[in-house]
């Protein structure tokens, strides 16, 4: 008999890990080895246990020194997987770039986190199929810097707005660029809103895409 799938659930929110607890323990091929909310040592306690799959309800904690645990684990094959999250595509990306394998909506039934616990532990990826053509999208789209973009998206956009774009592509939030650029998080809002206006799209993915198009 094949050895269980071993699962670490990490969430802050007691109710969640509960949940998942009980929709995970009636699996025989599923085990849980540890449900816990973060803390200063959930790093080390990662790198210590026995998970194949880590379960996520945020992507703070994928960025936050839990991918390096994983890193540490990687002969081990322990992968991440968040859950429970909002359809958001810059979230979704830097989760992606931080090393998670996985990608729940919280709209997902027991079933899906099961199929998508188990899909991961084979080594698979999972998130939801609009996401999918989303990283399709990156790939076949790489960003151009506004010192790469010709006289067209000069035209069309304000030196901030055009500073905005490859930190947009970075998948920073609206809060991290507003730190970086010591600018209020609305004003970076109205900014982000202007650009999808001026260029004619309507997601953050389509600010990449149409650029891309415009300088070539």
Known sequence: MARPISVFILSDNRLLRESLGRILSKRGDLKIVSSQGFSENTCEEVARSAADVILLDSPDFVCSGVSGARTQKESRGLRMLLVAMEEDEQ?????????AMGFIP??????????????????EAVCPPRFCKFLFDCISSPLKTPLECDANVNFLLTRREQQLVPMI???LTNKEIAQQLNLSEQT???????ILQKIGVDSRMGIRVALHQLSN
Do not use: C, E, M, T
Not at 91 to 99: H, K, N, S
Not at 106 to 123: E, P, Y
Not at 188 to 194: L, Q
């Open 169 to 171: 592509g970075q998948g």
């Open 91 to 99: 979230v979704f990306l830097r989760a992606i770039r931080a090393g």
């Open 106 to 123: 919280k709209d997902a039934s027991s079933l899906d986190v099961v199929a998508a616990v188990r899909s991961v532990a084979r080594g």
């Open 188 to 194: 970076i809002k109205n900014h982000v809103h202007r």
